[in-house]
């Protein structure tokens, strides 16, 4: 059983920053990418950011110069540092990953349950 659990999300005005995280836990052998996505009111989900085990990372255009991913790899958890936010900004963040349970199984991916995050004065 593997499970990803996010925190840090709550309500801001804009201009502020808040930093999410997310930890997984549970049975983990290794894991490979991991992202952070988003959802507003009736869109679909889109990705917002993600980084590699090596901490290659890959931005949103909307969110560059704004947010930064960044992970530790020996607590198994993702961090976004969300600066200057605009009510644009407002959504559920979810967490992903892609996680070996066992040295001899494939990459499954997960998500988390979601955090909310509003940006509203």
């Known amino acids: 059983q593997v499970q990803l659990v996010e925190s840090g999300g709550g309500l801001v005005q804009p201009g502020g920053s808040l930093r999410l995280s997310c930890a997984a836990s549970g049975n983990i052998f290794r894991i490979g990418a991991m992202g952070w996505y988003r959802q507003a009111p009736g869109q679909q989900r889109t990705l917002v950011a993600t980084?590699?085990?090596?901490?290659?990372?890959n931005y949103a255009d909307s969110v560059k110069g704004r947010f930064t991913i960044s992970r530790d790899n020996a607590k198994n958890t993702v961090y976004l540092q969300m600066n200057s936010l605009k009510p644009e900004d407002t959504a559920v963040y979810y967490c992903n990953a892609n996680i070996k349970r066992t040295s001899w199984s494939s990459y499954s991916n997960y998500w988390g349950q979601g955090t909310q995050v509003t940006v509203s004065s």
């Open positions: 980084i590699t085990s090596s901490g290659g990372t």
